[in-house]
C-alpha cells in the first residue's frame, strides 16, 4: 500500500484493519479565490446573498457569468459544490429583470425542481420561475407557457412538449436570452446524441421566432469540455475550467475486497462484494461519528448496505443510518436530505440519485461502492465531502469486475489524469433522421437549415422521401402523417417498442423495458428484480409488448444465454499495428438470439440448471472496432498449445470491461465476439442502433486500451480467471472456453514490436 500524507479518521489509521486498502492518495487543500460582483449584477440578488453568508463570488463564476452576459455561449466545468449555479444565475436574474426569458434544462425532474426551490427561496422580486415537466397539471402548463419568465424543464419534455407546440409558446421564445444546460457531462452516448439534436431544434425553433439565445452549460469538471459542448450545441462554445472556490483536502483511499472461500462459476474464486464491504465501512465510521454517504449502483443495493450497516450497529446507532433512492416521495427525499445535512442522519446508503446536483455537502466521508463510470463521476461523487478546516475521505470500493480491478491496481489511472471527454455521435442516422421528421413537423426543414443539422443532412432526408415520412416540396422538405413525429425518437432508449411488466397477482404495471433488452430480461422463466422485489416471469408476448410476472423468491438467479454472429459492412478506417495485427473500425451487422437461460445460485454464482427458449433473432446495425491477428502470430501461438478461441474469447470479455476506461460508457452498452476459425478475430462494438461513439473511441485509443486490458488480466491474482478478470457477467455461452494465460500470451502478441518476440 503506497500512501501520500494520509490524513485519516480512527480505525483507518490502523493499517491491520483494513489490508484491502491498495492505495491511499492525499488531495491538497485549496484555499479559494473570490473576487468582488461585476458592476452589472443585479442588486437586490446580491443583497439576498449576502444574506444567506455569500459576499463575494469566486472567481470562476465571475468569468462564465461575464462571458455569457457580453452573448458568449459558455460552459463552466467546475468541482462539485463550486457555485456553478451562481455562475448561470447571475445573467439570468439580469435578463429576466429586464424583460427577458431564461429556459433551464436538467436530465432530471428532481434536479429541476430543486433548482426551482432554490430560486423561490431567494425570494426575487418579479421573478416568476415555474417547472414545466410530465408532473405538471394542465391548467399549471398554460399559466407557464402565458407568464413564466424563468422556465425549468428537461430534453424529454423539450422533445414531446415545448418544440412540437412552439407557437403556443412565442411569447416566451421571442425573448429568451440564456439556455441553460445544467450537469451537461451526463449528455453522453445514445442519450447525449439525442439530447444534441433537441439542441439543434430549439436553435432553429428561436431563430424562426427572431431569437438567438446565449447557451450557459454547467457540468462536472470533464475531459475537452469546450469541445463536447461545442458537440453537443452545434456551436462554439468557450470553457471557464479553472476553479476558483475553495475545497477541503481529502484522502482518496483504493480498496480490493479480499477474495473468500466460495467459488462460483467453473469453480471460479468469489471476492466479498463491494456492498458488504462498503456496509462494513459505513458502520465503522458511524461508530466514530463521521457524516459518511455511500453511492451504491443500484436501489437494491442502496438498501442492502444500509440494511446490513444497521445489523452492524448498537440500536442508537442503527436508527442514524438508511437508505435513499429513486422511487421515494418527494416529502421522504426532503426529510432524509435535511437528516443528513443536520447531523441527525450520520450514515447514508444512496444510487446516484444525490449525485445529480442535489444540495448535499458538508459531509465527512464518502464510500464508492463500484466504479461509477467515469472519472468525472468519481470525483462529482466524493465532492461530497468535506466542511470546514477538516479534511476529508472518500473511499472507492472495487466490484468483481475488470476495470475496478485495474483501477485499485493502477492509481496512476485515476490520480493526475484528466478526466473523460463525453462521447456522442449527433449525425448517428437513426438519431438524427428522427429528428429531422420532428423538425420538419415543428415547420417545413429548406436548404437554410443545413448547417444546424450537420453536413449529413441531404443523405438524410432523401432516405426519408424515400421511406415516405417527409415529402420533398418547392418550399423545403414536410412531415406526411399526422401522428407524432416526436414519437419516433425515443431518447432515453435503446430503440424499439417498450415491452410493459404487469403482475400477475395484482393487474398493476410494473415498468417498461426496451424490447431490445426485453429477450434477456423478462425471457420467460427469468428472475426479475423490480426496487428490492424479486418476481418471476410466466410469460412473454412480443407482439402485445407484454411480460406477465409473478411475486416470487426462488434461491436462484438466471441468466440469459444467446449466440450472436456478426458481418462486416463497411471498413471505415484501419491501419496495421507493428506487430502485424490489422486494427479496423467500421459498420457491422450482429445478429443475436436468446436460446436459453442459466440458473445460478444467488450466494455462489454456482449453476444450478439450464433451460432452453425460442425466441426470435434481433438483428443491429451498428458500428465496431476489431482487430485481426496475422497468420504467422497464429502459427506461433499454436506451437505453444495456446487455445486460441478460449484466448481470444477472454481478450474479448477483459476488452469490453476495460473500454470505459477510455469512452463514457458502460460495459451493458457495448457487446463482443471473437472468433477462431479461419482468421483470430475480436470484435466489440456498439449496442446501440448506428453506433454511439464508443467502438470509435476505442479504435482511436486502441494501444491504451489493450495495454490496460492485458494488466488488468495479469493483476488479478486468480490463477484460471474470474469475474474479475476475464469472465462476464453477460455472456451468452456460459463463460467457456476461456483461458486466462491464453490470453495474457494473444495479447502480447498484439501489443508486440518486431524487436520484442
Avoid at 424543464?153 to 412552439?166: A, C, Q, S
Avoid at 450472436?564 to 502485424?580: A, F, K, L, Y
Wanted: glycine content about 10%; charged content about 25%; some cysteine.
Amino acid at each position: 500500500m503506497r500512501r501520500s500524507e494520509p490524513v485519516l479518521p480512527g480505525v483507518w489509521r490502523d493499517e491491520t484493519r483494513y489490508p484491502q486498502v491498495t492505495h491511499v492518495e492525499h488531495v491538497a487543500r485549496h484555499d479559494g479565490v473570490s473576487e468582488r460582483w461585476p458592476e452589472w449584477a443585479p442588486p437586490h440578488l446580491v443583497e439576498r446573498l449576502a444574506a444567506r453568508g455569500i459576499t463575494e463570488p469566486w472567481s470562476h463564476q465571475v468569468a462564465a457569468a461575464d462571458l455569457a452576459r457580453s452573448g458568449r455561449d459558455v460552459i463552466i466545468a467546475t468541482g462539485t459544490a463550486s457555485g456553478k449555479s451562481l455562475a448561470f444565475l447571475m445573467p439570468a436574474v439580469e435578463a429576466v429583470d429586464s424583460g427577458g426569458t431564461v429556459l433551464y434544462l436538467s436530465p432530471t425532474k428532481a434536479l429541476s425542481r430543486d433548482q426551482l426551490r432554490a430560486i423561490e427561496e431567494l425570494g426575487l422580486p418579479g421573478m416568476r420561475a415555474a417547472v414545466y415537466d410530465g408532473d405538471t397539471p394542465p391548467e399549471e402548463r398554460s399559466w407557464v407557457r402565458e407568464h413564466g419568465d424563468y422556465v425549468l424543464t428537461n430534453p424529454d419534455m423539450l422533445h414531446h412538449g415545448l418544440l412540437p407546440r412552439h407557437e403556443g409558446w412565442r411569447r416566451f421564445l421571442r425573448r429568451l436570452r440564456y439556455v441553460i444546460v445544467d450537469e451537461a457531462h451526463l449528455y453522453r452516448g445514445v442519450f447525449g446524441s439525442h439530447v444534441a439534436q433537441i439542441l439543434r431544434r430549439l436553435r432553429r425553433v428561436c431563430a424562426r421566432h427572431r431569437a438567438e439565445p446565449v447557451f450557459v452549460l454547467a457540468s462536472a469538471t470533464s475531459g475537452s469540455p469546450g469541445e463536447s459542448a461545442t458537440r453537443l450545441t452545434g456551436i462554439p462554445v468557450t470553457a471557464v475550467t479553472e476553479d476558483g472556490s475553495p475545497r477541503p483536502g481529502m484522502s482518496v483511499a483504493l480498496v480490493e475486497p479480499e477474495l473468500t472461500d466460495l467459488t462460483g462459476e467453473h469453480g471460479a474464486p468469489v471476492r466479498r462484494t463491494a456492498p458488504s464491504q462498503a456496509a462494513e465501512m459505513l458502520a465503522d465510521l458511524v461508530r466514530q461519528g463521521v457524516r459518511t454517504l455511500v453511492f451504491v449502483r443500484s436501489r437494491q443495493g442502496a438498501e442492502l448496505v444500509s440494511l446490513t450497516a444497521q445489523r452492524m450497529l448498537e440500536p442508537d446507532l442503527a436508527r442514524r443510518v438508511a437508505a435513499y433512492r429513486g422511487g421515494y416521495t418527494p416529502s421522504e427525499r426532503r426529510r432524509l436530505e435535511e437528516a443528513l445535512r443536520s447531523g441527525e442522519l450520520l450514515g447514508l446508503a444512496s444510487t446516484n440519485a444525490l449525485e445529480l446536483g442535489v444540495d448535499i455537502t458538508g459531509l465527512d466521508a464518502v464510500i464508492i461502492a463500484g466504479w461509477p463510470g467515469t472519472r468525472a463521476s468519481l470525483w462529482q461523487q466524493a465532492g461530497r465531502a468535506g466542511r470546514g478546516d477538516e479534511d476529508a475521505l472518500a473511499v472507492f470500493v472495487a466490484r468483481d469486475d475488470p476495470l475496478d480491478t485495474y483501477l485499485v491496481h493502477h492509481p496512476e489511472a485515476i490520480f493526475g489524469q484528466s478526466v473523460e471527454t463525453a462521447v456522442l455521435d449527433p449525425e448517428n442516422p437513426h438519431i438524427l433522421g428522427p429528428h429531422l421528421c420532428a423538425a420538419a413537423q415543428e415547420f417545413p426543414i429548406t436548404e437554410s437549415d443545413f448547417g444546424v443539422f450537420g453536413p449529413t443532412i441531404e443523405e438524410r432526408l432523401a432516405e426519408l422521401v424515400e421511406r415516405k415520412l417527409l415529402r420533398k416540396r418547392p418550399r423545403g422538405w414536410f412531415w406526411t402523417s399526422n401522428e407524432r413525429a416526436s414519437d419516433l425518437a425515443d431518447i432515453r432508449g435503446s430503440g424499439g417498442s417498450p415491452v410493459q411488466i404487469v403482475d400477475v397477482s395484482t393487474g398493476g404495471l410494473l415498468g417498461e423495458i426496451d424490447e431490445a433488452a426485453a429477450h434477456g430480461t423478462v425471457h420467460p422463466g427469468a428472475v426479475y428484480l423490480h426496487q428490492g422485489d424479486t418476481y418471476l416471469v410466466d410469460g412473454l408476448d412480443l407482439d402485445e409488448g407484454v411480460a406477465l410476472v409473478h411475486p416470487a423468491e426462488p434461491p436462484y438467479g438466471t441468466w440469459a444465454r444467446d449466440t450472436t454472429d456478426i458481418t462486416v459492412r463497411s471498413v471505415i478506417r484501419e491501419e496495421e499495428w507493428p506487430s502485424g495485427i490489422t486494427l479496423r473500425f467500421g459498420e457491422v451487422e450482429v445478429t443475436r438470439q436468446v436460446i436459453g437461460y442459466l440458473k445460478r445460485d444467488v450466494r455462489t454464482g454456482s449453476v444450478l440448471g439450464e433451460q432452453s427458449l425460442d425466441l426470435p433473432a434481433r438483428t443491429l446495425h451498428t458500428r465496431a472496432v476489431w482487430w485481426t491477428l496475422p497468420p504467422e502470430a497464429e502459427q506461433r501461438l499454436r506451437k505453444e498449445e495456446v487455445g486460441l478461441l478460449g484466448a481470444a474469447h477472454a481478450a474479448e470479455h477483459a476488452a469490453i470491461g476495460m473500454l470505459p476506461l477510455l469512452a463514457t460508457c458502460d460495459r451493458w452498452d457495448i457487446g463482443g465476439v471473437s472468433t477462431a476459425t479461419g482468421r483470430v478475430e475480436v470484435y466489440v462494438y456498439d449496442g446501440h442502433e448506428g453506433g454511439a461513439g464508443f467502438a470509435e473511441r476505442g479504435y482511436a485509443a486502441a494501444r491504451e486500451w489493450l495495454t490496460a486490458t492485458r494488466a488488468a488480466i495479469a493483476d488479478c491474482e486468480c490463477e484460471e480467471g474470474c469475474p474479475s478478470c476475464i469472465q462476464s457477467p453477460k455472456c451468452g455461452n456460459g463463460n467457456e472456453p476461456l483461458s486466462k494465460s491464453g490470453a495474457l500470451r494473444l495479447l502480447d502478441e498484439v501489443l508486440a514490436t518486431p524487436s520484442c518476440r
